[in-house]
C-alpha cells in the first residue's frame, strides 16, 4: 500500500498540509464488552434523536435500563476525556435514553423449524434466548424461580435495580415470541437430555453463579448469625424485610458485599463495617458503590483477614482478624495478602454476612460425565464456540466464566447465540477467528477542548418509609444534552451515525490486501487520484441480503430514501438497496438488528458500467453531466448520471471522466439552499475544486471540470482533447 506521507504530498500543493492518517476505534466502544456503539448513541442524545440513541443501544444490549443502572462502565475508564478532566457519564446516559425513549419490541425474522432450550433467565440466557428468537428460531426459556431475571432479579438490591424496571424491561423482550417457563427447574442429567429427546434441537445452559462460596474458616458452619450475603439479598427482595438489630460485618468488597451492607443499613442495623483483606484500591466493587456506602455511614475496614468466627451461646459474637500486608501478585494479577503474625484481634458483630465470590449449581451433571463437562467447579465449554462435551449443548455465562458483571454476561450471550446459530444452520458451531487487536485513538482533538466538568446524576437521601427507593436519580433533558455534549466522537467516521447529509469531512474506505482502513481527510478524496491505491472509494452501505430479514427499520431512518420494502405487505419483504442513492451516512447500520449492513466503499461495478455506457452509446462525448435525481431532466440522457444527492460526487470521478475523453464535465444540482439533504452543493463544489487543482498539477485545462449547482438541464458542447 502506497505510504501514506506520500500520498499527502501528492494530494497537496504544501506537502504534509493534509492531515491523513489512519483513525483507530472509538476506545469507548471497544472497551465494552458486548460491543455497543458508545459514541453513535452519545451523539444521538446530544441531537436529541432519543428513540435512534436507544435503538444503537438495543443492537448489543437488550436490557438498556439494567445497564444504565447497574452496568460497571468499562467504557467509562477507557474515555479519552479522562486524561483531560473526566470521563463522559455513559452509564447514567444510557438509563436516561432507556428511560425516556419510546421502546417497541422489534418484530422477528419469519419462524424457522428449529427449537431452541435456554435453562436460566438471568442475562447471558435472556441475550441468547432474544438474538436467537429475532433470527426466527422458537425459543424456549426454563427458568427455576416463579419470576425471571435471574441474579438481577434476586442478586442486585432494589434500590439500584427496582423490580418494577427490571419487569418492564424483560416484558419487551417476550413479547418478540420468547416463551418462558418459570418454575421449571432442570435438576439432573435425565431433564437435560429429556429436552433434546423432546424435539429441542439446541440447547443452552446459562445458570448462572447463584450460591455463595464459603469463606472458609472454623464457626462459620455452626455459629448463628453467619449468613451467605447472596442469600440474604435474596431473602430481601423475595419481600422479606424482618428488622437487623445491632452490628453488622461484611466480608467482602465486591458489589454483592456493598449491597448487603446497604441493605443491612436499610433493615435498621446500629452500625455496618466492610472487612476486606486487601486496599481500597484493590475492590472490586464500583467507586460510585463504595462512595453511596460510606455516604450512609458504612465503615470500612482495609488490610484484615478474617481467622475464624467467635461465638457465644451458639451465636457469633465477631470475627478473629489479622492483619496483612500485600505481597506479590497471585494467578489473577492481584497482591496476594501476607498475614502479620501476632496481629490478631476481634471484629465485635452480631450478624455475619459473607461476601467473598460466587459457586455454579451444576447439579444436573451427573458424576459420570463430570470429568468432560466440569472443570475447577465450572461448566466446561470449548473457548470459542461454547459447546460442551455434549453434542448440542452450549454454555453461557457465569455458568462457565465464573462470576462476570452483566455486560459481560450480555456479551457471552452474543457469542452463544451466534454459535447456536451457526450449529443449527451449518451442523457446528460457530467458531469466531480472532481479528488483529484493536487500535485505539487516545490522543485528544488540536487544540485540545475546553474543560468541561461532569455532570454526576443526582442521589436520593435515605428516608424512613422509603428505605428502598431507588437511590441514583435521572438526568433530566439539559443535564443529559450537555453531559453528552462533552463527547469528542473519537474514531473513525463510520462509527457515528450523526451526521448524516450534513458532514463536511468525509471519511474514506481505503482497501488493500490486508485490511481496510479509515483515513480522516478533508473533504474526500476518490477513486484513480494520484498517490492512493486504486481501491479508494467513497463510502456507502452494503446490504448483506442472506441476514436481512425485511424489518424495514434501515427504511424508517434512512433520509436519502436509498431502501425500498418489494412488498411491505408479506411479513417475509426483502429490503431493496439504491446504491445510487446511498450517500454512506451509516445511520442504518445501527439499527439493524441482524448486522445486514455494513459501511463500505461505492460499487467499482456500478460506477464503471455508467462509464461504459457513456462513452460505449457516444463515440464523441461534448459534456458529460453528474447532477441529482430531481434535477436530471429526462431519464433517457445517457450522458446525465443521476445521484441521489450531487453530495455523493467525488473528485476522482471527475477526474476518471477526464481521463476517459469527456470534453467537459458539468457538476449540476439544487442551489445552495434547495438542497433537501444538507449541503450537497457545498460538498460537491469542493469536489470540483479538488479535481481542478489536480488538472493544474498535470498541466491540463482546469476550466474542463465546471460546477453549476443550479443547473437543471445540461447542455452539449463539442469535444475536446481527451486527457
Not at 481500597?280 to 470500612?300: C, D
Not at 501476607?338 to 471484629?347: F, M
Not at 462509527?495 to 482497501?511: K, Q, T
Request: overall charge negative; aromatic content about 4%; hydrophobic content about 40%.
Amino acid at each position: 500500500m502506497t505510504d501514506r506521507s506520500v500520498a499527502a504530498s501528492v494530494l497537496s500543493p504544501e506537502p504534509g498540509a493534509l492531515p491523513i492518517r489512519p483513525i483507530a476505534p472509538a476506545p469507548c466502544t471497544v472497551a465494552c464488552p458486548a460491543g455497543v456503539n458508545v459514541k453513535a448513541y452519545v451523539s444521538l442524545i446530544a441531537e436529541r434523536r432519543l428513540t435512534e440513541a436507544l435503538a444503537v443501544i438495543r443492537r448489543r444490549c437488550p436490557l438498556p435500563s439494567v445497564c444504565g443502572r447497574v452496568c460497571h462502565a468499562p467504557c467509562e475508564a477507557a474515555c479519552v476525556r479522562t486524561d483531560h478532566d473526566a470521563p463522559l457519564a455513559i452509564r447514567a446516559l444510557k438509563r436516561f435514553v432507556a428511560d425516556a425513549a419510546p421502546v417497541v419490541a422489534p418484530r422477528p425474522a419469519p419462524d424457522r423449524d428449529q427449537r431452541v432450550a435456554v435453562i436460566g433467565s438471568g442475562p447471558a440466557g435472556i441475550t441468547a434466548a432474544y438474538d436467537l428468537r429475532l433470527l426466527g428460531y422458537h425459543v424456549t426459556v426454563f427458568e427455576a424461580e416463579d419470576d425471571s431475571g435471574g441474579m438481577l432479579r434476586h442478586g442486585i438490591a432494589s434500590y439500584r435495580l427496582p423490580p418494577d424496571v427490571l419487569d418492564a424491561e424483560l416484558e419487551v423482550l417476550w413479547q418478540t415470541g420468547i416463551e418462558l417457563r418459570t418454575g421449571h427447574r432442570i435438576a439432573s442429567y435425565d431433564q437435560l437430555e429429556g429436552l433434546l429427546r423432546e424435539g429441542y434441537d439446541a440447547v443452552l445452559l446459562a445458570v448462572g453463579a447463584q450460591r455463595g462460596r464459603r469463606v472458609g474458616i472454623p464457626g462459620e458452619d455452626t455459629l448463628a448469625g453467619v449468613e451467605d450475603a447472596l442469600a440474604f439479598l435474596r431473602r430481601v427482595n423475595d419481600g422479606d424485610r424482618t428488622p437487623v438489630n445491632g452490628r453488622v460485618l461484611v466480608i467482602g468488597g465486591g458489589s454483592t458485599a456493598i449491597e448487603a451492607a446497604r441493605t443491612a443499613v436499610r433493615l435498621g442495623a446500629s452500625s455496618v463495617e466492610v472487612l476486606y483483606r486487601r486496599s481500597k484500591r484493590e475492590m472490586p466493587a464500583g467507586i460510585e458503590e463504595v462512595k453511596g456506602a460510606a455516604a450512609e455511614g458504612i465503615e470500612f475496614r482495609f488490610l484484615l483477614s478474617p481467622v475464624r468466627a467467635v461465638g457465644q451461646h451458639g451465636r457469633v459474637a465477631g470475627i478473629e482478624c489479622l492483619e496483612v500486608r500485600l505481597g506479590k501478585p497471585d494467578a489473577n494479577g492481584r497482591p496476594r495478602p501476607v498475614p502479620i503474625p501476632g496481629t490478631e484481634h476481634v471484629v465485635p458483630a452480631d450478624l455475619v454476612l459473607a461476601a467473598v465470590g460466587q459457586e455454579v449449581d451444576l447439579d444436573m451433571i451427573p458424576d459420570s460425565l463430570a470429568t468432560g463437562m466440569i472443570a475447577d467447579d465450572r461448566l466446561r465449554a470449548d473457548h470459542k464456540s461454547l459447546m460442551t462435551r455434549m453434542w448440542g449443548v452450549f454454555g453461557a455465562g457465569d455458568a462457565v466464566t465464573g462470576p462476570a458483571t452483566v455486560i459481560e454476561a450480555i456479551a457471552a450471550g452474543h457469542r452463544a447465540a451466534e454459535s447456536i446459530r451457526g450449529y443449527l444452520e451449518r451442523g457446528f458451531p460457530h467458531r469466531p477467528t480472532p481479528g488483529p487487536a484493536a487500535l485505539v485513538e487516545r490522543e485528544l482533538p488540536d487544540p485540545p477542548p475546553a474543560r468541561s466538568p461532569r455532570i454526576e446524576p443526582g442521589t436520593a437521601p435515605l428516608r424512613a418509609g422509603a428505605e428502598f427507593a431507588e437511590v441514583e436519580q435521572p438526568y433530566d433533558v439539559d443535564a443529559a444534552l450537555a453531559e453528552a455534549a462533552r463527547c469528542l466522537r473519537c474514531g473513525p467516521c463510520e462509527e457515528c451515525v450523526v451526521c448524516a447529509p450534513g458532514c463536511d469531512r468525509r471519511h474514506l474506505l481505503i482497501s488493500d490486501a490486508r485490511a481496510p482502513w479509515v483515513l480522516r481527510v478533508p473533504s474526500g478524496f476518490a477513486t484513480g487520484l494520484p498517490g492512493l491505491p486504486a481501491g479508494t472509494l467513497p463510502l456507502r452501505v452494503e446490504l448483506h441480503e442472506r441476514r436481512c430479514r425485511g424489518c424495514g427499520l434501515c427504511v424508517d431512518v434512512c433520509p436519502f430514501d436509498a431502501f425500498s420494502l418489494d412488498d411491505p405487505e408479506r411479513a417475509d419483504s426483502r429490503v431493496l438497496l439504491d446504491e445510487t442513492r446511498c450517500r454512506g451516512c451509516g445511520l442504518c447500520v445501527p439499527v439493524c438488528p441482524t448486522a445486514a449492513l455494513e459501511v463500505t466503499g461505492m460499487s467499482r461495478e456500478w460506477w464503471q458500467r455508467r462509464l461504459d455506457e457513456i462513452f460505449a452509446e457516444h463515440e464523441s462525448v461534448g459534456q458529460v453531466t453528474l447532477t441529482c435525481t430531481g434535477c436530471a431532466g429526462p431519464d433517457d440522457r445517457a450522458d446525465v448520471i443521476r445521484f441521489r444527492c450531487v453530495g455523493q460526487v467525488d473528485a476522482g470521478m471527475l477526474l476518471e471522466l477526464w481521463r476517459r475523453g469527456a470534453g467537459t464535465v458539468a457538476v449540476g444540482g439544487c442551489g445552495d439552499t434547495g438542497c433537501r439533504f444538507g449541503p450537497g452543493a457545498v460538498l460537491a463544489g469542493e469536489q470540483v475544486a479538488i479535481a481542478r487543482t489536480m488538472l493544474r498539477m498535470f498541466g491540463a485545462d482546469a476550466e474542463r471540470i465546471t460546477v453549476d449547482p443550479g443547473a437543471r438541464a445540461p447542455v452539449l458542447t463539442g469535444r475536446g482533447e481527451g486527457g
